[in-house]
């Protein structure tokens, strides 16, 4: 299925859910950790775009460990602003060992960071709640939170919501819906959002079959680095009988 979040720019994302879109998967440091293999792929990202870079990032890597061994911390004792409780809860999800008790810490942060406005939070809270990790798998709060994230600006949250539109997860199935997600994702600069617009019309499915215009959102989505847009634009190109766009 189609990913849910970015090639999942950065450290985080959605990939296809067994059960979801084409999609991505990681944490949004800015790609949905295991990044969903882009729609496919895509979920499993976590997206932290740092404007202070990763310099920060590797020093709330370090401090994880010591993080860990506090008594349940709370989310606002560890940051005071939604972009801050994002990373730490990217430091959190992938820090070496990082157990139930950290992907839940993880989840309780970018819930914290989501509800101070930071668009990256929402997105990784929406994997987080999409892929089970951290909280109970829930597809009509991943919506919510793919929502936020969208209408706050960040791109792969719009596709990661299009991905749920798709494949009909917490909501019932809604190609216009998908069709529309995914297009203001790849106009607001996501390679994946473009490789799984572009599925639609390689497929005909919401959309009037177009490989003309398929090719040029893969070639799109390649540019922008995704594999996956990489991929599908291969197979369009050389016309195979037997093709399988993801």
Known sequence: ???????????????PMEAAAHGPGGWSNTEPSPAWKEAKTA?????????????VLGCLALGA???????????????????????V???????AGA?????????RLFRRGCELGHA?????LGLAYESGSGAQRDYPNAMTAFERACSGGFAEGCSNQGALFE??????????????????????????????????????????????MASQLFSEACRGGSEVGCDNLFQIQNQSSNRVFR
């Open 1 to 15: 299925m189609r990913q849910s979040t970015s090639d999942r720019a950065g450290v985080g994302g959605i990939v």
């Open 43 to 55: 979920s499993e990202r976590w997206t932290i775009m740092l404007g202070a870079g990763m310099g």
């Open 65 to 87: 460990a010591a993080w860990r061994s506090l008594a349940g911390p709370s989310p606002e004792s560890l940051c005071a602003t939604g972009e801050s409780c994002n990373a």
């Open 89 to 95: 809860g990217v430091s959190h999800a992938q820090a």
């Open 99 to 107: 157990g139930e008790d950290d992907l839940a810490l993880a989840a």
């Open 120 to 124: 990256p939070a929402c997105n990784n």
């Open 167 to 212: 494949h009909g997860l917490g909501v019932p199935v809604n190609l216009g819906d998908a069709q529309r997600a995914y297009n203001q994702a790849c106009r607001r600069g996501s390679a994946l959002g473009c490789s799984n617009l572009g599925v639609l019309y390689a497929q005909g499915r919401g959309v009037p079959a177009d490989e003309k």
